[in-house]
């Protein structure tokens, strides 16, 4: 454990403009450094599958209608069950959506997301927190980084990433060692058996807070309103978890850029 204060939040990726949720955890954590010391730690889930993550809310410039914006993806499969960082963006994507954003977005964000490139939706996401200036002056610690993967503790509950009819899909690793995929409700599809390593695997949301710990060791954990319900807490009796300061619209897309 660090003798000076490791200031964690998570998040996984929450589309190409962040959610101001992740904009309050953001100004918790810098909130808790100027009070503590320490450092800032942004736990990126970008191992993540679920394409509702990056639904990006936005509000007409005029009237204040709500319009929901998202990626594009390469194919059904890949949309449905590729992790966040693996999921690639059609290069046609970034243009036509540009054509969109002078609706609901100033010139200079226009500009931010303009000058945003990357090949995958996490890669997309991450890169354009950084050029709002979101994450200045912190450390990123990415869930899909093999690195962090093959140092994070064995969990009992996991997904596997493995390859599938041409794509890497995320696959939940059941009873008796199982990789199936969920297509909705009680349908799943088993997958033929297939060794893997470490630097496939990450959590599910139960195991998540102890393997990120593992590699962490953050001594205070932000958690959002919907983390407070399903963190174990007592898995990490070390830490120090601190309710992000609350926020409106929370689920609608941030775009100041003045952070």
Partial sequence: MSDSPVICFGQQPCGFFPKRFLVAKVRTA????????????????????????????????????????????ENKLQRKFSPLYLKRI????QARTL??????VEAAAMAVFRGTAAATVADFCLEMYRRMGLLEGMRVARSSEPGF???????????VDVPYEGEV?????GEGGILKLHEGGDSFVALPPVAFTKEQVSPTRA?????????????HYIAGASEQEYLRQEEAPEITFVARDPIEH??????????
Avoid at 250 to 259: I, N, P, Q
């Fill in 149 to 159: 993967r093959r140092a994070a503790c064995e969990v009992a509950e996991f997904y």
């Fill in 30 to 73: 810098r909130r808790l450094q100027k009070e503590l010391g320490g450092e800032v730690v942004f736990f990126y889930h970008d191992s993540d599958h679920d394409p509702r993550e990056t639904r990006t809310i936005l509000r007409h410039r005029q009237t204040g209608a709500a319009a929901v914006l998202n990626f594009s993806f």
């Fill in 250 to 259: 929370s689920d609608e897309a941030c775009t100041d850029l003045s952070f």
């Fill in 90 to 93: 059609p290069a046609s994507w």
């Fill in 169 to 173: 899909v995320r696959a939940r690793c």
């Fill in 99 to 104: 054509l969109q954003l002078p609706n609901y």
């Fill in 207 to 219: 195991s998540r807070l102890r393997w990120m710990q593992s590699c962490i060791h953050c001594t």
